[in-house]
Each structure stands twice: as structure tokens, then as C-alpha cells.
């Protein structure tokens, strides 16, 4: 058995986690924290890196010591410290790095950096015993991603984003219909009282042959039909159906993920993934396309330093470590 403490501080969540697991075992989640800073970016429309920092400092050594008494075990009985390494803000990533480093040098164990899309494409099995061949839909504000998955560390991307990400189209699209941010809650929640099918908006790269995405269109379409109709919106219509665009992109390139690559499994993930109608499209298109589903259970889907922890458990169960010069990388790509 191996106990494992991963700090996330990629974005604008302070996050510790602490697992146990083994090789061929189901890993138990010891403890999971996250100090959230939405109120405090809410105001300025979006996440001011300096401040996601500096709160990041202010809250960290706090939810390491909150995470061991919740766990049970001391500083000294963890077998690894994690961090995340990239994508995400310098300098949020260098305060959980800095902070994972420093404990690792302390107790004289082991140190991984993790990838951030990493953690969320292997969120889905958390609680599994392994990590089965699937396609994986990664979709957050800051990536919309498909990979054909042959195992842990064995990706293939296959189809990404050219533009804006579907997380940051919802953003968008929430802050050109009033909305607080985030936006992808918000426009969820006003959609259900509005038609999907109201406004016709793009589905672009839909039938273009590659597995690629694009949400630009799509979010200056809506620039354009509320500036076309300004008085005359309805704004739970204009959110039910940018929404309904979104998820048929998705949706549909994934099924044809499946189909191109031979997998009997499609896993979601991503911040994105909270959604309940893309959760239930996607569930409805893998049982007419005889395909299995996994998806993060909501405390995992958001950024959450159990996914980190997760991903680097099965790392330094394989014998893996990084060392302790390993620099962060804001731009990190998974493959």
C-alpha cells in the first residue's frame, strides 16, 4: 500500500488530496479538499492570476494540515508528494509545486509533477481497480480534447480544440447574456426554461472529417443574434440552444471517436462533465451505439487534487518519479 499527498493549483482552486492504493487495488481517497476563489474572481469577470496566487499561498499550508487530520496519518507516513506541473497559471502552478517539492525535500520521498488534462482523463476511474482502453472526452474551460486511451500514460490525442475551448465559449456566451461567472452553471440552470431549438446556431467541424473542434462560431453567432434582436431575447432560449449546439458537437464526435478507433468505451471528464444534459445526451448516444460509459463522479470532475493524486499513484506504483529540478510548464500538452 502506498499513501500519496498531491497539491492542485493549476487555475484558480487550491486543492489537496491524499490516496491509497496498490498495484491491481481500488484506490481509496483519503482526503479531498478544495478551497474555492469563485466569489472572489466573480467580480472581475474571469480569474485575475495575481490574486488566484496569492490566495493560493494564503491557503495552502492550511488545507495540507486540515487534509492529514482528515486522513489520519502524519507528514512523515506519505510515501510520495504530487503536484500539478502544467497547463494552467505559472503562478498558481509554482505555489503547489514550490509547496509538493518542499515537503518531498523534508520527509526525503519521492516527487511526480502531473499533468492537469492527465488527472482529468483518468478521473472516471478513480475508484476502479484499472484503466481500460476507451476514447476520452475531456472538456473544461480550458480544453476540449479526444484521446484514444490504450492504458495509464498511453494516449493518443486525436481531435482538440482549434479555438476557443467549449468551457470558454460558455463563459462567453454566460458574460454576453448578463450571467455572474462562471458562466457553464449559469447557462445550464437558464437553459432548462428555454427551447433549444429557438435559434439555429452552428454546429461547426461537424461533418468535416477530422475529430477537431470549434467553438468560435458558435459563440459569435450568439454576439450576432442578440445584437440582431436586441430587445426582443429571450435569454433562457438563447442559452437552451447555444447549449444544444454545444452538446451535439460533442456527442456526435465522440461516437465517431469510437466507431474510427475500435473502443467499446467512451469516458467523460472535465469541469464541463458536471453538465446533467451533456451527461444524459452522451449516456442516450453510447446505449444506441452499444458503448459503455464512465464518467467522474461530480466531486471529481472539477478541478480537484484527488484526479492528481490518482494519476501520480499509478505512476509511482509503475517505479516512476520526477525529480526535484522538474520545471512547471503553463502550456504542458498531454501528448
Known amino acids: 500500500m502506498a499513501l500519496l499527498l ?20 481500488a484506490t481509496e481517497v483519503l482526503a479531498s479538499e478544495i478551497s474555492s476563489q469563485i466569489a472572489l ?4 469577470g474571469g480569474v485575475v492570476p495575481e490574486l488566484a496566487s496569492r490566495n493560493h499561498s494564503l491557503r495552502l499550508r492550511g488545507l495540507v494540515e486540515f487534509a492529514l487530520t482528515e486522513a489520519g496519518v502524519s ?18 502552478l509554482l505555489i503547489g509545486s514550490t509547496a509538493a517539492k518542499g ?24 475508484n476502479q481497480t484499472s484503466v481500460p482502453p476507451h476514447v476520452a472526452l475531456i ?12 492504458g495509464p500514460g498511453r494516449y493518443q490525442k486525436i481531435g482538440s480544440t482549434r479555438d476557443d475551448a467549449a468551457g470558454e465559449a460558455y463563459d462567453k456566451v454566460g458574460k454576453m447574456l448578463g450571467l455572474p461567472y462562471p458562466g457553464g452553471p449559469e447557462i445550464e440552470k437558464v437553459a432548462r426554461e428555454g427551447n433549444s431549438e429557438a435559434y439555429d446556431f452552428p454546429r461547426s467541424m461537424l461533418h468535416e472529417p477530422h475529430l477537431d473542434f470549434s467553438f468560435s462560431g458558435l459563440k459569435t453567432a450568439v454576439l450576432y443574434t442578440l445584437q440582431r434582436e436586441a430587445g426582443n431575447i429571450s435569454i433562457p432560449d438563447i442559452a437552451a440552444s447555444f447549449q444544444q449546439a454545444v452538446i451535439d458537437i460533442l456527442v456526435q464526435k ?5 466507431k474510427l478507433t475500435g473502443r467499446g468505451e467512451v469516458a467523460l471528464s472535465g469541469g464541463v462533465s458536471l453538465n446533467k444534459a451533456l451527461r444524459a445526451a452522451l449516456q442516450h448516444a453510447c446505449e444506441q451505439n452499444g458503448l459503455a460509459l464512465s464518467v467522474a463522479t461530480p466531486d471529481f470532475c472539477a478541478d ?13 506504483l509503475a517505479g516512476e518519479t520526477s525529480p526535484l529540478d522538474n520545471d512547471i510548464h503553463p502550456n504542458l500538452p498531454l501528448v
Open 103 to 126: 515537503m518531498a525535500c523534508a520527509t526525503g520521498k519521492p516527487f511526480l509533477g502531473i499533468n492537469h488534462l492527465e488527472g482529468h482523463l483518468l478521473s472516471p476511474f478513480l
Open 75 to 92: 507528514i512523515g507516513e506519505i510515501d510520495a508528494f504530487a503536484a500539478t506541473n502544467g497547463p494552467g497559471l505559472a503562478s498558481s
Open 254 to 258: 465522440a461516437m465517431r471517436a469510437a
Open 41 to 44: 474572481h466573480r467580480e472581475h
Open 139 to 150: 472538456v473544461s474551460g480550458g480544453h476540449t480534447l479526444l484521446l484514444d486511451v490504450e
Open 6 to 25: 498531491a497539491i492542485e493549483s493549476s487555475c484558480d482552486e487550491t486543492a489537496v488530496a491524499i490516496v491509497r492504493g496498490s498495484v491491481g487495488g
Open 304 to 316: 480537484n487534487a484527488a484526479m492528481i493524486a490518482f494519476a501520480a499513484l499509478l505512476r509511482f
